[in-house]
């Protein structure tokens, strides 16, 4: 008996454990004794999302050959009735005793271990909706990055917030302005989602429905003032981007600038010239070709590497052009030009961005689909998984 008993010990080694996924399940970290232990499994719920870049998805298909396009892009993630619409999973989510500011919960990579930084933009429980902001390690073009991301939820296991917005936004975001909800508040009221603290004090802009969720809305007079900071002396490089929508169009208006005072274009700005698009500088001035049209909401920016200037227009290329940018220690300004009165803007802004490099033509591009797809009803780049 102790001989077939030994026998068994020795075919049962020999078996391996079933693998998920190409994993091999194992117990614990390095031990071979159990199941796996994932980033999710200290909560009652979990729940993963596709990112689908194909073109029925995002459309981020062009000059990327399928392969990873970045780490660590900024996601918008929105949950209500409509991404999810099973009752009992939002009543999950939205827990007044566990989850009751939207930061009890936990994001996590693909690989199901991986913990995700995020920022909580809007929650609330009464009607059941959030957005969050997601920074995602890996996102492949043409691709439909199934599992791309797990929410875990149900529960307070940590007994403290999870969240960690300016780990959403990677270094070279000098500044991220949602200009609304949870990014809004007592003086100064604009507040910058990065490390860099840049945040703005406001002068007569309201609050309105935007492209994420709340936005801000300028009058001709109103604008928000962004100090002197050194820090958006960007003249090696920039990238402004944001979403916009005109009410009324003067012949030039201002949606950002840094410097560009009086006569003196030393600075930069991203402005709206005869219905086109704009950005100028020191040694050089670019005007786009699409037509803006009053009350169409459109999302744009420029990109400057030092010597290439490009503009684009909902993700798409809108004119090029050469040149430099100059020193200015001038104010910065959402909604006005430089420290000059004129030129101010009519109309609303929302989710201002500034970096201290040129964004690649993709990065823009998924900019403006990820979150034109997730604008807010209906989705066809994020998709939602059971809940498990």
């Known amino acids: 008996m102790k001989r077939y008993l030994t026998i068994l010990v020795l075919v049962s080694l020999l078996i391996p454990y079933p693998s998920f996924g190409g994993r091999m399940l194992m117990k614990g970290s390095g031990s071979s004794s159990g199941p796996p232990v994932y980033c999710y ?31 660590g892009f900024p996601i918008a993630i929105h949950i209500n009735s409509t991404s999810w619409p099973t009752s009992t999973d939002r009543t999950h989510f939205f827990n007044d005793t566990y989850n009751p500011l ?4 936990r994001f996590c990579a693909t690989d199901r271990s991986t913990v ?83 945040n ?8 309105v429905a935007a492209a994420i969720n ?15 900071t050194s820090l958006l002396n960007l003249y090696g490089a920039v990238s402004m981007s944001f979403w916009m929508k005109t009410s009324t169009q003067t012949s030039y208006m201002t949606m950002f600038a ?21 950005c100028s500088g020191l040694s050089f ?22 010597t290439n200037l490009k503009l684009y227009v909902n993700g798409a290329n809108d004119g090029s052009t050469t040149g430099t940018t100059g020193s200015d220690s001038q104010n910065a300004y959402i909604g006005r030009r430089g420290d000059n009165s004129q030129y101010k803007y009519i109309g609303s802004l929302d989710e201002v961005r500034i970096s201290n490099i040129g964004r690649s033509a993709s990065w823009i591009k998924l900019e403006y689909y990820s979150m034109k797809k997730t604008n807010w009803n209906g989705d066809a780049w994020i998709t939602w998984n059971a809940e498990q």
């Open 41 to 71: 499994d200290s909560w009652t719920y979990h729940k993963s999302l596709n990112g689908n870049t194909t073109s029925g998805g995002a459309n981020i298909t062009d000059n990327l050959g399928g392969g990873t396009i970045t780490t």
């Open 102 to 105: 939207g930061k009890r919960v």
């Open 116 to 198: 995700l930084n995020y920022e909580v933009e809007y929650y609330d429980t009464a009607s059941q909706e959030a957005i969050y902001w997601v920074s995602v390690p890996t996102i492949t073009g043409n691709n439909a990055n199934s599992n791309m991301v797990y929410v875990a939820y149900g529960n307070d296991p940590n007994s403290s917030n999870q969240d960690n917005k300016t780990g959403v936004w990677d270094s070279n975001y000098v500044m991220v302005q949602h200009l609304g909800n949870n990014s809004w508040g007592s003086s100064p009221e604009a507040k910058d989602s990065t490390s860099n603290v840049i």
């Open 200 to 207: 703005g004090t406001n002068t007569s802009s309201t609050d």
């Open 214 to 228: 709340r936005g801000r809305t300028f009058n001709g007079s109103a604008y928000i003032s962004l100090g002197s």
């Open 258 to 278: 840094k410097g560009m005072g009086p006569d003196v274009w030393t600075g930069y700005e991203l402005s709206l010239s005869s219905h086109k698009l704009r």
């Open 285 to 306: 001035d670019k005007v786009g070709t699409t037509t803006i049209d009053d009350n169409t909401l459109r999302h744009v920016g420029a990109t400057f590497d030092g």
